[in-house]
Every structure is written in structure tokens, then in C-alpha cells.
């Protein structure tokens, strides 16, 4: 089968977009391949085909790809979209049962299976790590690759052990990410342990985009103001949680913006459960919901095409996150803006979150001290310990500042003292407290027999440890409901027939060395990245502020396009400078 056969036999298409081909023709010829593409450019079929290909040719008809993607939502989205051609694929995240995993593992061991998605915390697992190099893998793809940069907006330390992979599985490698600078995509290549330079990209202009600075000193007036004269579904980003409610509200309590009644927008931010921040997110994209105000934690993996305006009400931290979130608008090649509102006392917020990213080196050390005592974790001990931990409480009982906390957890991970993972979704979790002759003498109501069978049926180690369970599988054994089924397992529980713990948002400490008597933070792991990270903020500053320059070349320049045409639409292309114009 020829990459242009898997093309049309299982998407239906009949010619590749871009680069894409060229990306594919370079994997399929074992070379490691970094590819830079825009967010709907098409990256997914940049491994999907190649790894179809290559299975199909294979004299034994293996063939797996292993893909690394931060995102457990786009996991599910893409194994689902496979699963409908007929492709056989699936995931292992946080939250599944070891029952579950076994079976995954084992299906792409034993089974026809082409494609499985990890998260990049998953590769922290040594057990993990034990029974991938087992698997009949092909390829790898790392999605979101700008994350193993420590030079990119987005760095995740668990992005890392990639590396460790390729020392016992000599396949190639297809990096993939829609933004990255010349020093990021030089890293991405010597992290992954790229053989030789390869990269493949395309110009990341996109002319429908109009790009504009606000200044203000009044930005609830002004954001207000925008949203009334510029019609269509809109993202309104800002720095904190708290902000995005309140932001919400204020539009919601202006009857009339952009013609339409109150009501039109929500907020959205990591902290809401799983289930309310899905349907935040549904009923946006069905434009059920105009405006949602949000944290950075909403957007990625999302491919709503007709957004008409992003809206940034606080200064992001870098460019490329700037570009990264503004370029979800216009995605259908209409029209679209990307406002960045800017007030004087920007500067001195800037200044401050510099202090409060990089606190200084003697209280990341008594954090980490801290939490090893509140965690009762001893001096030499303490490895590969994982603990589920509310971090506001812990600030709470210890008296400490909770943005000092969050950046020292996320300095010592990266120094590799810990593994913190921020507010993790776990599945519901259940224990039969009686065993199997006790069960057999009791009166339960028929659907709670029933199950109970369909509990011992799925989680063979039910009776022994607490496994995680899916209520929705659930259901479907029993022709119900997720809301029946949770219902009658806090029920058994009351009567102490189970230990029922229903779902949570939780976050996690994995100790993967024993506590230390001292930390050492190096300078790539702290004055390094301080540095880039000032660095990151001027530029942010000087766009800002920039009344010379088209703000598209700009952006292009800072990605390494040096000869980026004018937009002819931001507001220095048209003479109007840094003026509130209509």
C-alpha cells in the first residue's frame, strides 16, 4: 500500500494538503522528522498514514505507533474518530483500572491494533516503560512537541523521557507542534535525539487574521465595548480563575452585547470538574454559549472553525503562547480579530510575575522540605511514593503563599525532585467490602444484584483493592444511566456493602528519587529559564507597545520569517498607531 492509497482507502481523501506528503515520505523513509504545521493543517495524518503503511507492508502485519499527546480529550476524540474507519487504536491515561491497561497492553501486543496514545506522564512509569518496548512499534509521534523544550512557553519535564524510549526501540521519530521559535525547534531535535537536522514547515501567515493592540485603563469598558461591535462566537482569555467568573458575569449582566440578550457567556478554568467543564465547552461549540472566559486551560485540541474574535484581557507570558491562542480564530478563513487590550500598569504586573514564577532558590527548597514533613516522607526514603495532595490546603496548614508553592512544585519537577501534575481527573473507584458468600445471603433490589455481577464481572480485584470504574460502561451493562448507577453505588455504600469513592479532581506528587537533605536547582533547571523567561515577557511588552511595525510581521519574525509580507490590516498598516479607533 502506497501512502497515497491509505489516503483515500481510509480517510476518503484524494490529495494531501501542504507538506504533508513530504513529512510522510520522509518517516516512511526512517528518518526522524520534525513538522510544523499550523493547528488544521492536518498533523494527525502525518503519522496516521505512514504507521498504515508501513503495517500493511509488513511481512507479518504489525505495526504500531505510539503517540504521545498531553491531552486525554483528544485522545479519546481521535481513537473514537479511528475506531469509525475501521482502524484499530486506543489509549492509556490516568484514572484507568490496572485491569484496563493490562487489556490495552495486550491488545496491541497480541491484537491487530495500530495506534495507542499515552500521556507524557505515563513514560514517568518504570512498569510502564517495561511493557511498551515489548509492543511491535514502528513509530513514535510526539503531538504538542514544543513541550519538551525547556526554551518553549509550554515545557512539561515528563516530555523527556521520550528519549529514554529510542535507547531500546530504533523506529523514527515525527515530532509535530504548530508553534515554535528557531531555538525551540533546534531543542525539540536534541531532546528527541534527532540522527540529523529534518525539519518540514510551513508559513504560519494566515491573512484573515487582523491583529490589534487596545490601550486602555478601562478594560471592562473596553472588552464590553468590543464584543458589542464585533459579532460571532468569541474567547476572551485571562490570567486567573476568579477573573474569568467575574468577567463572565459583567458581560452576562449587559443585556445587549453584539445585539443578543444576557445569558451569552461562561467561564472556564481547570479547577471545575470534568463533567462541568465538558459541558462548558459543548455548549460553546454548539453556540449555545458566545463568549467563554477562560484560563489558558481551554483551547488545545479544540477546532471550532468559526471563531470571530480572541480577545486577550491580560498580558500571556510569551509570544508564543500569544500566537498559539490568538490563532484559534478564524479558522475557517474568514475574517477574524485578535485583540490584545494593554493598560500602563501592565509593566509593573509583568515585573511581579517574574518574582512569582521564579521565587527565590532558599523557598523552593523549604517547600520541598515542607511537603516531604507534611507527607511523612523521611530523609533517603520515599521513592516512586505517590500521594494525592489539595495543595491550598497544604499552603493553609503550612502557612505558606500558594504561588510561591505552585512554582516551587513546578521548579522541583523540573529539577526532578518531584513529579507534581496539576489537577488530575480520577475515575470513581469501588471495593466490595463483603465477600462472595456474604453477598449471596443478602436482599438487595434486583438492579443492585445486577450490579453488583456487572462489578465483579469487569474488576477481577474488586474484592481486594479499590478499582477504577467507568460509569458509563457501567450503564451500558445495565441499560441505564450514568446518574441510576451512581446513585445506587452511594446506596451499597450506605449499607456497607462496597467503599464507594466517586470521581475527583485531585492533584499528584510522584517522589521518582527519595528525599534529599538538599536541593540543588541548576541553572538550565532556574537562572536559564528566569532568564528566558524575562526575555519572553520584554518581547511581549515591546509587541505591546510596538506603533512602527506591522504586528503580523512581527509575530512572523519572532517564528523566524523574516520576510513576511505587511497584513495591511493591523493598526499600523493602516496609519492609525496605538489610537482607540472604531
Not at 493547528?39 to 505510539?66: H, R, W, Y
Not at 445587549?256 to 462541568?276: I, K, R, W
Not at 510561591?404 to 519537577?413: G, H, K, M, N, P
Amino acid at each position: 500500500m502506497t501512502a497515497q492509497e491509505a489516503l483515500h482507502t481510509y480517510f476518503g481523501y484524494e490529495h494531501f494538503r501542504s507538506v504533508q506528503e513530504e513529512v510522510i515520505e520522509s518517516v516512511l523513509a526512517g528518518k526522524d522528522t520534525l513538522a510544523l504545521l499550523p493547528t488544521g493543517g492536518g498533523k494527525s495524518l502525518c503519522f496516521q498514514i505512514p504507521t498504515l503503511v508501513m503495517a500493511s507492508n509488513d511481512s507479518e502485519g504489525e505495526g504500531l505507533c505510539l503517540v504521545v499527546t498531553p491531552l486525554i480529550a483528544l485522545m479519546k476524540d481521535q481513537v473514537s474518530n479511528l475506531r469509525s474507519r475501521g482502524i484499530l487504536a486506543t489509549a492509556i491515561y490516568t484514572g484507568m483500572s490496572h485491569e484496563e491497561q493490562r487489556v490495552a497492553f495486550d491488545n496491541c501486543l497480541y491484537g491487530p491494533y495500530r495506534f495507542l496514545y499515552v500521556s507524557p506522564e505515563r513514560l514517568e512509569s518504570e512498569a510502564f516503560l517495561k511493557r511498551v518496548v515489548q509492543l511491535p512499534i514502528c513509530m513514535i509521534a510526539v503531538d504538542e512537541a514544543h513541550c519538551i523544550s525547556q526554551w518553549g512557553y509550554d515545557f512539561r519535564p515528563s516530555y523527556l523521557r521520550i528519549s529514554a524510549i529510542r535507547d531500546y526501540i530504533d523506529v523514527p521519530i515525527l515530532a509535530l507542534t504548530a508553534t515554535a521559535t528557531p531555538a525551540v525547534v533546534e531543542d525539540i531535535q536534541t531532546q528527541l535525539g534527532f540522527r540529523a537536522p529534518n525539519v518540514y514547515r510551513t508559513s504560519f501567515a494566515r491573512d484573515n487574521l487582523h491583529y490589534v493592540v487596545r490601550e486602555t485603563e478601562d478594560k471592562p469598558e473596553q472588552l464590553l465595548h468590543i464584543l458589542s461591535r464585533v459579532p460571532g462566537t468569541a474567547i476572551v482569555y485571562v490570567r486567573n480563575r476568579k477573573k474569568a467568573r467575574e468577567l463572565s458575569e459583567l458581560i452576562n449582566q449587559h443585556s445587549t452585547v453584539s445585539g443578543e440578550q444576557s445569558s451569552v457567556s461562561d467561564y472556564y478554568h481547570a479547577g471545575l470538574p470534568a463533567t462541568e467543564r465538558n459541558a462548558k465547552q459543548e455548549a460553546w461549540k454548539e453556540g449555545q454559549t458566545r463568549v467563554i472566559v477562560c484560563t489558558n486551560a481551554f483551547g488545545m485540541g479544540i477546532d471550532k472553525p468559526d471563531v470571530r474574535l480572541v480577545i486577550h484581557y491580560d498580558m500571556p507570558d510569551s509570544i508564543e503562547a500569544y500566537f498559539q491562542e490568538a490563532g484559534r480564530a478564524g479558522r475557517d478563513g474568514a475574517p477574524a480579530w485578535c485583540v490584545l487590550l494593554h493598560s500602563k500598569r501592565d509593566a509593573a504586573v509583568l515585573k511581579q510575575r517574574v518574582g512569582n514564577t521564579y521565587p527565590p532558590a532558599e523557598e523552593v527548597e523549604r517547600v520541598y522540605q515542607l511537603l516531604c514533613d507534611y507527607l511523612t516522607i523521611g530523609l533517603g526514603s520515599g521513592r516512586d511514593a505517590r500521594f494525592a495532595i489539595d495543595v491550598e490546603q497544604f499552603c493553609t496548614d503550612m502557612h505558606l503563599s500558594f504561588l510561591t508553592t505552585y512554582a516551587s512544585l513546578q521548579l522541583l519537577t523540573t529539577a526532578g525532585y518531584i513529579s507534581y501534575s496539576d489537577e488530575q481527573d480520577l475515575q470513581p473507584r469501588v471495593l466490595i467490602t463483603m465477600d462472595k458468600e456474604e453477598l449471596y445471603q443478602l436482599n438487595e433490589s434486583p438492579y443492585q444484584e445486577r450490579l453488583l455481577s456487572a462489578l465483579m464481572r469487569r474488576y477481577t480485584g474488586i474484592f481486594t483493592d479499590p478499582q477504577f470504574i467507568h460509569l458509563t460502561r457501567l450503564a451500558e451493562d445495565m441499560g441505564s444511566t450514568e446518574y441510576a448507577v451512581n446513585s445506587s453505588l452511594i446506596a451499597l455504600s450506605k449499607q456497607h456493602i462496597i467503599r464507594y469513592i466517586p470521581a475527583q479532581r485531585v492533584s499528584m506528587v510522584h517522589f521518582p528519587v527519595a528525599r534529599q537533605g538538599k536541593v540543588e536547582l541548576s541553572a538550565r533547571v532556574y537562572a536559564d529559564r528566569k532568564t528566558q523567561f524575562e526575555r519572553n515577557l520584554k518581547a511581549m511588552e515591546e509587541y505591546a507597545e510596538n506603533d512602527h511595525y506591522c504586528r503580523s510581521q512581527l509575530l512572523l519574525g519572532y517564528f523566524g520569517e523574516e520576510d513576511a509580507p505587511l497584513c495591511g490590516m493591523c493598526d499600523v498598516c493602516l496609519g492609525k498607531g496605538k489610537v482607540n479607533s472604531e
